[in-house]
């Protein structure tokens, strides 16, 4: 892993990152050195071991060498010094840091300590003496600074590690394969027919060399000519039968098991879902290679195994000593097979990490060929994925090196095992105890005994792979659905009178920045707002919230009475519709993108596009509303895909609108019909919550607005009352960081958020 330093805030002068202007005591913490004993204990916290003069020395060499810099720069250097890979520091305000992220260094009252959870709701301070003593989340306000570190990431060697004890991929495709156990019976008994009937060949030419060469008796030889035929006919018979009874149950694994990955995706809590695309798609497109190999000759060839052994006894019967020559070299060619699939395990974690970055690669730059195309940056991409396919290619060359290398010693254990039984049968022949029909026939057998062997060898290579897209499954099937799979979900008659959060703050999983800390906030009935705010305050997710896409990790979202994460999603979607920044439009034609769900009335459909202004778009084209639309809808533009996506809101009919951003790709005539549109369609008692920057808008649409300032509210009341305060900009931001957290701010109702930025 790379060594990662982050910061949010100051970089180097001035501090003009920060959020708002801040003082010379603000910026302190920039000339404060790096405390040893605080830093050793943070680092134990998070289970990294360091040793105290190591890192004292590297304290004092980062504060020699980078007196000017920010701390995380300095903490940089201290990891590069100590060899620690994987540790990623972060710097951000109090405010906006998440609570649960710790432990933590603060920088308080002119030093940095260590801050962790003490008993109940209060805070233990440890400085660089180790005095302890305990504070309140109050006492540290926006001032004051954090330093998060966080640990390492699981290493590969525990991502990949050889057990898959408690893999859910491995158990899904296992239960689903055996499922129904009455195939896998019937396979059993044809292999061990089919295994059976292999013996038939060794005794036809033992008869035929000891029975018929020395007297001609063509009787004979016809009469065992018969029989061998009538036993290939069968063999044919039962193999063929046995090869489709896995195909059957392979479709119907692949059937069942893609779907339920599918399901667990959809079903996934947004933001919980991988930051890379391209690696979503190479773990579910990884289960192919798990059900393939489970549902393939590999049952064929553990079958198999066991029939070594019965063919080894059969040679002892007929050959006697010769039986040894295969019962020494069968452990070589097992130890071969280990030895074979430990070599490729790290050259299969390694390919396949390589290969999932450059499914990232691919999938990124194909959205973004636009861009790449006008910023003339595709030789970046064209040369990064060159060196991803030159790693590709040479861990697939010493990956192919080590099964032929096995294959071709495997294919010399059989010509070595077949040399030294002719050496023994010659041996035994001369006593008088071997025939030569017996010895062609242990040499047929005993090329039974080292097949299965070498078919189990290329099968554990094949393993290796295999393993590799089970963990990279059982990642995503460990990722946190938006419903428990258990869990009794709410379903009330009634809809909903209003939307409340309480306590909510949320952070995405990972980081230590805190998007939003809203100790009460509530809409009720017949509610107009507009939310205001700069660009990151915090609009789009609270939206996200409410429309219950985001889980907060504190805090309630109430939906009337029911807690939102407690009733069904399908009964939130029908009374809460929300309508994204980037709309979203889907392979199909114009009508199938707007009645997504598909229980749309054609009349209501026509009657929603006209006033939106739909319909000029379906007039440009002969198709109409069977106007073609590709994935991503290319070839429309921003503000047509809008008004799609205004439209699917609109025929939704909801109880609660949470519109992000809804106007910003429109033209002023399409803007104007938009808001007909909503005054048209709002019910008396709908809630109506406009995300934008746009003050204007909130003038004409809202009897409530809201103004965020790095997720919380700073100012909740009237227009005419808050949009002046938003016009005045720093004046507005400056007031609201003069008041403690939790202050109500002058004129507005009781229900205002924690204040404070």
Request: hydrophobic fraction near 45%; charge should be neutral; glycine fraction near 8%.
């Amino acid at each position: 892993m790379t060594k990662s330093v982050t910061s949010e805030g100051p970089q180097g002068s001035a501090g003009d990152k920060l959020a708002g202007d801040p003082g010379e005591s603000d910026l302190a913490f920039l000339r404060e050195p790096l405390p040893a004993n605080v830093l050793k204990l943070l680092f134990g916290r998070i289970g990294v071991g360091v040793q105290a003069g190591a890192l004292a020395h590297a304290c004092t060499e980062a504060q020699r060498e980078l007196i000017e810099a920010p701390p995380t720069e300095r903490v940089g250097l201290v990891l590069r010094a100590l060899s620690l890979e994987g540790v990623a520091a972060t710097q951000l305000r109090w405010t906006r840091f998440d609570r649960r992220r710790l432990p933590a260094m603060v920088f308080f009252e002119g030093e940095w300590q260590l801050v962790e959870r003490a008993q109940g709701s209060n805070l233990r301070l440890t400085d660089n003496d180790g005095a302890t003593r305990d504070c309140s989340e109050d006492d540290l306000d926006s001032s004051h600074m954090v330093l998060w570190l966080r640990a390492a990431e699981p290493t590969r060697d525990e991502i990949f590690s050889s057990s898959l004890k408690g893999n859910l991929a491995a158990r899904l495709v296992l239960s689903e394969v055996f499922r129904s156990r009455r195939w896998l019976r019937e396979v059993l008994v044809a292999t061990t027919i089919v295994n059976v009937l292999a013996v038939s060949t060794s005794v036809f030419a033992m008869q035929v060399y000891d029975r018929v060469v020395p007297t001609l008796a063509y009787a004979t030889l016809w009469t065992l000519a018969t029989g061998m035929v009538l036993i290939i006919g069968l063999d044919w018979l039962l193999k063929t039968v046995r090869a489709r009874t896995l195909d059957s149950v392979s479709c119907s694994v692949d059937k069942a098991v893609s779907q339920r990955v599918f399901d667990h995706l959809m079903g996934l809590r947004l933001d919980a879902y991988p930051r890379s695309l391209g690696s979503l798609a190479a773990q579910v497109s990884g289960l192919d290679s798990v059900r393939q190999f489970f549902t393939s000759g590999v049952i064929f060839a553990l079958a198999d195994m066991p029939f070594a052994l019965m063919f080894i006894g059969f040679i002892a019967i007929v050959g006697g000593k010769i039986a040894w020559v295969y019962l020494l070299l069968l452990p070589v060619a097992v130890a071969l097979g280990w030895i074979t699939q430990k070599q490729s395990r790290r050259l299969m974690e390694q390919q396949m990490i390589r290969a999932n970055e450059r499914q990232g690669l691919l999938v990124d730059a194909i959205r973004g060929v636009e861009t790449l195309r006008a910023n003339s940056a595709g030789w970046r991409f064209s040369q990064e994925w060159k060196e991803v396919t030159a790693s590709i290619n040479r861990f697939q060359i010493q990956q192919k090196a080590i099964s032929n290398r096995a294959t071709v010693t495997t294919g010399s254990l059989a010509s070595v095992a077949h040399m030294s039984a002719l050496i023994v049968g010659v041996g035994q022949i001369e006593a008088g105890n071997l025939t030569m029909g017996a010895l062609i026939a242990c040499s047929i057998l005993g090329g039974r005994v080292i097949a299965p062997v070498s078919q189990a060898i290329q099968y554990m290579s094949q393993w290796q792979n295999v393993s590799q897209s089970m963990r990279l499954v059982n990642q995503l099937l460990r990722l946190e659905t938006e419903r428990r799979p258990e869990q009794n979900l709410l379903m009330p008659s009634e809809a909903p009178d209003r939307i409340e959060l309480e306590g909510v703050r949320f952070s995405y999983p990972g980081s230590p920045v805190q998007q939003l800390d809203i100790p009460e906030l509530r809409f009720q009935a017949g509610d107009r707002v507009v939310v205001l705010g700069p660009v990151g305050s915090g609009k789009s997710t609270l939206l996200k919230v409410l429309a219950g896409l985001y889980r907060p990790g504190e805090g309630r979202v109430r939906l009337g009475n029911a807690d939102l994460w407690e009733m069904d999603p399908d009964l939130v979607a029908d009374h809460v519709s929300y309508l994204p920044q980037s709309v979203h439009l889907f392979k199909g034609n114009l009508r199938s993108n707007l009645a997504l769900s598909g229980a749309v009335s054609d009349s209501h459909l026509l009657e929603v596009s006209r006033e939106l202004g739909i319909d000029r778009i379906a007039d440009q084209n002969p198709l109409g509303m069977d106007l073609e639309i590709s994935e991503g809808g290319e070839g429309l533009s921003g503000g047509q895909r809008q008004l799609l996506g205004l439209g699917r809101v609109f025929l939704a009919e909801p109880t609660i609108w949470l519109l992000d951003e809804p106007t910003a790709s429109l033209d002023a005539e399409s803007e104007r019909q938009v808001i007909q549109a909503l005054n048209a369609h709002l019910k008396d008692d709908d809630i109506l919550l406009i995300s934008t920057h746009r003050p204007a808008l909130a003038a004409q649409l809202a009897k409530r607005v809201l103004a965020m300032r790095q997720g919380s509210i700073v100012a909740d009341g009237p227009p005419e009352t808050v949009i002046p305060k938003v016009m005045g900009g720093h004046g507005m931001s400056r007031a609201a960081r003069g008041r403690r957290p939790g202050a109500a701010p002058p004129g507005s109702p009781k229900r205002g958020a924690k204040l404070g930025v």
